[in-house]
């Protein structure tokens, strides 16, 4: 019961994300200048910016955007750590090795900023570079579990009996990370959705035109200079609402599967 009442509201970020245009007149890209920064109110819950925008539309239709990203950009963490940690078995694995070092001791935030300097503001680009900004943490420590699966009896046993190492890593090595996967899998959700934020807060993700946490943090730190509280506390609130919950879950299947990081 707890760790429902806990993520309640990441699963209300969700529902909003989905359902926002039934339960929404107002449309994200359409200004109104009669309704210039309108307070909170029955017609517009979460007030308006200063372009006549329904605040409450926007943010909805920002939890689907970076959920959306949270979402993909994870599952390639997932995807390039794992064939990473598969190269790294095969072919020249203290040079693999080093780079992933190499990638761990530059900040990874700095890294995925240059490198999404550099392309065009596309949600595709944005995933590819904000999972190889996070891939290298989660490669090494897969590594480290792969090499010690390899060195127990079980292991040693399906090579006796003529099991491949690319079969046994498919059928039995991944399964047996199976926990560390999970773990990461809900962690990396919330960095990316930060990530995501970080990027469009200093225009380096998606254009301001479009609707997205960390253009409506930009459009935030403006307000603070025109007396709009509502464009700063509710896309703020609406941030540690999916990140928050999602850490709290991380941490509790970390708890559930003895997984030490």
């Not at 940690?85 to 900040?107: E, K, T, V, Y």
């Not at 464009?231 to 941490?251: D, G, K, T």
Request: proline share 3%; net charge neutral.
């Amino acid at each position: 019961m707890r760790n429902f009442f806990v993520l309640s509201p990441f699963f209300i970020c969700v529902l909003f994300g989905i359902f926002y245009p039934f339960i929404s007149p107002y449309d994200i890209y359409i200004s109104d200048l009669s309704s210039i920064k309108l307070a909170p109110s029955f017609s517009h819950f979460f007030g308006t910016d200063v372009f006549g925008r329904d605040l409450f539309t926007r943010i909805a239709y920002a939890f689907r955007t970076s959920l959306f990203v949270g979402f993909f950009a994870s599952l390639c963490i997932l995807a390039f750590a794992i064939f990473y940690a598969f190269l790294a078995r095969f072919f020249l694995r203290n040079f693999l090795l080093g780079i992933l070092d190499a990638f761990l001791a530059f900040p990874s935030l700095l890294f995925i900023m240059l490198f999404q300097s550099f392309f065009s503001n596309s949600v595709f680009v944005m995933i590819v570079v904000i999972a190889l900004g996070h891939f290298a943490l989660l490669a090494k420590l897969l590594d480290t579990q792969i090499s010690n699966i390899m060195l127990s009896d079980f292991y040693k046993n399906a090579i006796v009996l003529g099991g491949t190492k690319f079969t046994l890593f498919v059928y039995e090595i991944l399964p047996a990370c199976f926990s560390l996967l999970s773990v990461f899998f809900v962690l990396n959700i919330a960095h990316a959705i930060s990530a995501e934020a970080m990027l469009s807060f200093f225009g380096l993700g998606f254009d301001l035109n479009q609707s997205s946490l960390g253009i409506l943090l930009n459009d935030a730190s403006k307000a603070l200079f025109i007396g709009a509280w509502w464009l700063v506390i509710f896309p703020v609130l609406s941030l540690l609402c999916l990140i928050l919950p999602l850490l709290y879950f991380a941490y509790f299947l970390q708890d559930k599967f003895g997984v030490k990081l």
